[in-house]
């Protein structure tokens, strides 16, 4: 039996939670969370209605040795909360710079579980960047506020497609400097 290895990707602890590298065996509750309309709506990336072959897509992309982005499973089996209970990833950009993004599953909104896993993530900082973004749909004020608890300080708004709503949608734009 082969098991599933990602080379420099750090497992984070945190009193509630485990930020770890992605499995294969992730694909069903990450596919279940994903295809949820108010968790695609909320994204740039994830497309609604799911198509086919979505999820396995991004699972192997995010275990890729060759990746772009790395993405930590949120894991909550060490309080017993559920294996899966959402994703963040740091983005790669030029200069030492990241860009975060996240998503928790609904049934674990307002629980304060997306402000943990980013301030984790930046706390641990695994990819040692000088400067880390975050970008967050205007009409999503709960998602600027995990930024803003971790430190992020706003600097400008912006539009990104939103893949779910088949539209441009207004943005704000988040900095964190690591030094």
């Given at each position: 039996m082969k098991l599933d290895q990602i080379v420099n990707q750090q497992v984070i602890e945190t009193e509630r939670f485990t930020l770890r590298p992605m499995r294969r065996s992730d694909t069903g509750l990450i596919g279940m969370y994903a295809s949820d309309k108010r968790v695609a709506w909320h994204t740039t990336t994830i497309p609604h209605p799911l198509p086919p072959g979505t999820t396995e897509a991004f699972v192997e992309r995010a275990m890729s040795p060759e990746r772009t982005e790395d993405v930590w499973v949120i894991d909550g089996t060490v309080q017993g909360t559920g294996e899966v209970l959402g994703t963040i990833g740091l983005k790669r950009m030029d200069r030492a710079q990241s860009e975060i993004g996240y998503w928790v599953a609904p049934a674990f909104w307002n629980s304060g579980l997306a402000s943990e896993a980013v301030r984790a993530i930046v706390d641990a900082n695994p990819r040692d960047d000088d400067?880390?973004?975050?970008?967050?749909?205007?009409?999503?004020?709960?998602?600027?506020?995990?930024?803003t608890n971790a430190g992020f300080e706003y600097i400008g708004d912006a539009q990104a497609f939103s893949v779910a709503r088949n539209a441009t949608v207004a943005t704000w734009t988040y900095i964190r400097n690591m030094g």
């Open positions: 400067t880390m973004f975050g970008v967050v749909f205007q009409d999503n004020p709960a998602s600027a506020r995990v930024l």
